[in-house]
């Protein structure tokens, strides 16, 4: 009897190590066997476990070059790595790092950030020409050129000050300044040097000795180790079997994995948009009634559940909701609706017109995300069965691109990565590079102008998008964030910097100098005369 019951418990505490579940005590034990089940089994409890190291999934094919690496998996490890002027909270909000404190001139286009005293983890200072030469890294990079689109130019006032003039007036600049800085002629290394808590070395991250803070609470580690993986598969081996305690990653990607271990999870919210794109130059679309009410057909948060597995935000603005320039008040009147739907197609016309009884239009998605796949497929089985005759065209890569180049779609399904402000300017530029489908627009672009000079003003951006339906919002994606049970607790992964905690967070109101008298020591404003781009010539 005490045998079987020992090869019992030894079942169970294996069960429950995967599971997470607590071991039961068998219904069928009498108070005898209970005597001498305890007398085997000397812990009570299963003890809590111990982590002496922490390990990261790594994918060396991608580098760890922070302006060249689209590696999900990889960027987490950034997060340990460097640092920028201010990072980006999981509410959208900028917090200074290395900016101690910023002016902004009254014409809202001259900034100057003044640096805060920090070493890169070869000991030297951080300057003023080194975050210069991270600005030029980045406005060469494809993850973060367009964010400094604006930026005219950018030059050392110093050591510790760079003054960065913009051609239109910004209010919200801090919100794409968290690029990350390196120090200067090691920015396009395969390992640049950073100012972040950990330094690599080979296959793993040791602390830095010269980290300018003073601690970091969520890891305290000595070293981490970097599991090497080549593919997906390995992510999950690593995670469930390896050394891995933390993986980050987009759920709905193409190359996704499932996890079958006990782990805890965390979502990270984007600026990742879906959303449906229409062709105004000809099909059914051209018509603004019927365009306006789409937004009334699309059951978002059923796509989100559904469809999406939870990881995504629905949204019917173009902006997350998580962001401060949400207005739930104006979401809620282009919320699922479909009797306003039903309403607005018969107002349209458009089933009754000789132009579109024949008409066969084309719902164009690309083949490679079967996630936009089966989203474009509910929301066209929507339309179609209130008898608009459409048609799903599910087309390779090149030729999704090809066909919105060239017009040939009645609508689209759409994945675009905006800025944390969420800048809408690439949709409605005559060359924007989301312009497809003739949708340019002077008043939407004179919108976007003023809504990057008073945040204020966004609402109504999104008023007159939501208005002349240019495009019709879906949902942001969610990544996830997994780690082993029991392992971190304090972590508010952000943006894209996956160890963020407000235990070293400073509000940007306490950065923001602009209203307070300059020191005597400091320089005149420029005039209107530009000086020369620090951009290097091609």
């Known amino acids: 009897m005490k045998k079987i019951l020992y090869l019992c418990l030894c079942l169970a505490l294996l069960l429950s190590g995967c599971g997470g579940a607590t071991r039961p005590t068998?219904?069928?034990?009498?108070?005898?066997?209970?005597?001498?089940?305890?007398?085997?089994?000397?812990?009570?409890?299963?003890?809590?476990?111990?982590?002496?190291?922490?390990?990261?999934?790594?994918?060396?094919?991608?580098?760890?070059?922070?302006y060249l690496c689209t590696a999900?998996?990889?960027?987490?490890?950034?997060?340990?790595?460097?640092?920028?002027?201010?990072?980006?909270?999981?509410?959208?909000?900028?917090?200074?790092?290395?900016?101690?404190?910023?002016?902004?001139?009254?014409?809202?286009?001259?900034?100057?950030?003044?640096?805060v005293d920090a070493k890169f983890s070869d000991g030297s200072p951080v300057?003023?020409?080194?975050?210069?030469?991270?600005?030029?890294?980045?406005k060469k990079s494809p993850l973060y050129k367009d964010r400094l689109s604006h930026v005219v130019y950018y030059i050392p006032e110093g050591d510790k000050t760079l003054l960065v003039q913009l051609d239109t007036p910004y209010e919200n600049l801090a919100l794409v300044?968290?690029?990350?800085?390196?120090?200067?002629?090691?920015?396009?290394?395969?390992?640049?040097?950073?100012?972040?808590?950990?330094?690599?070395?080979?296959?793993?991250l040791v602390r830095n000795p010269y980290w300018w803070q003073e601690g970091f609470t969520v890891l305290d580690y000595e070293e981490i180790q970097l599991q090497i993986c080549t593919e997906a598969n390995d992510l999950r081996d690593n995670f469930e079997f390896g050394g891995t305690n933390l993986v980050y990653f987009d759920p709905n990607s193409p190359a996704a994995v499932g996890f079958r271990c006990d782990y805890e999870v965390w979502d990270v919210p984007t600026t990742v948009f879906h959303y449906i794109g229409f062709n105004l130059y000809s099909g059914y679309f051209t018509n603004d009634t019927l365009r306006a009410a789409v937004t009334y057909i699309v059951d978002r948060e059923s796509l989100v559940n559904r469809v999406y597995g939870g990881y995504a935000?629905?949204?019917?603005?173009?902006?997350?909701?998580?962001?401060?320039?949400?207005?739930?008040?104006?979401?809620?009147?282009?919320?699922?609706?479909?009797?306003?739907?039903?309403?607005?197609?018969?107002?349209?016309?458009?089933?009754?017109?000789?132009?579109?009884?024949?008409?066969?239009?084309?719902?164009?998605?690309?083949?490679?995300?079967?996630?936009?796949?089966?989203?474009?497929?509910?929301?066209?089985d929507a339309l179609k069965s209130y008898g608009l005759n459409l048609r799903l065209s599910?087309?390779?890569?090149?030729?999704?691109?090809?066909?919105?180049?060239?017009?040939?779609?009645?609508?689209?399904?759409?994945?675009?990565?905006?800025?944390?402000?969420?800048?809408?300017?690439?949709?409605?530029?005559?060359?924007?590079?989301?312009?497809?489908?003739?949708?340019?627009s002077d008043s939407l672009e004179d919108l976007?102008?003023?809504?990057?000079?008073?945040?204020?003003?966004?609402?109504?951006?999104?008023?007159?998008?939501?208005?002349?339906?240019?495009?019709?919002?879906?949902?942001f994606k969610s990544y996830s964030v997994n780690v082993s049970r029991g392992i971190i607790t304090n972590m508010y992964p952000?943006?894209?910097?996956?160890?963020?905690n407000y235990d070293y967070a400073r509000d940007l109101a306490d950065a923001d100098k602009t209203y307070e008298p300059e020191p005597e020591s400091s320089s005149e404003e420029p005039t209107g005369e530009e000086p020369p781009s620090s951009e290097p010539e091609a």
């Open 127 to 138: 300057t003023a020409a080194d975050v210069e030469a991270s600005i030029a890294a980045a």
């Open 494 to 500: 952000a943006v894209d910097f996956v160890f963020h």
């Open 394 to 440: 599910i087309v390779d890569r090149d030729s999704y691109e090809d066909a919105l180049e060239d017009g040939d779609f009645d609508l689209y399904f759409g994945e675009t990565r905006l800025t944390t402000n969420f800048d809408l300017s690439e949709f409605f530029e005559e060359k924007g590079s989301l312009c497809y489908g003739s949708i340019d």
């Open 313 to 380: 935000l629905a949204s019917e603005l173009p902006c997350s909701p998580s962001s401060d320039l949400f207005d739930p008040q104006l979401a809620e009147n282009y919320d699922y609706a479909p009797a306003s739907f039903m309403e607005a197609l018969s107002n349209s016309g458009v089933l009754t017109s000789e132009e579109y009884q024949n008409h066969a239009g084309i719902f164009l998605v690309c083949s490679e995300d079967q996630t936009r796949v089966a989203a474009a497929n509910e929301i066209c």
């Open 177 to 204: 300044m968290d690029i990350p800085v390196v120090k200067m002629g090691t920015e396009e290394a395969a390992l640049p040097v950073g100012t972040g808590p950990y330094v690599s070395r080979s296959v793993k």
């Open 72 to 115: 999900t998996a990889n960027r987490a490890i950034f997060s340990l790595m460097y640092e920028g002027l201010f990072t980006i909270n999981e509410q959208f909000r900028a917090e200074p790092v290395l900016c101690e404190s910023f002016r902004v001139s009254d014409d809202g286009r001259t900034y100057r950030f003044t640096l």
């Open 448 to 475: 976007c102008e003023k809504a990057l000079e008073n945040s204020g003003s966004y609402v109504e951006l999104c008023s007159q998008v939501m208005k002349k339906a240019p495009i019709c919002p879906v949902a």
């Open 26 to 66: 068998p219904a069928s034990t009498t108070e005898s066997e209970l005597q001498e089940y305890e007398e085997i089994v000397v812990p009570t409890q299963e003890p809590e476990k111990e982590y002496p190291t922490f390990g990261l999934s790594y994918l060396p094919a991608y580098g760890l070059n922070p």
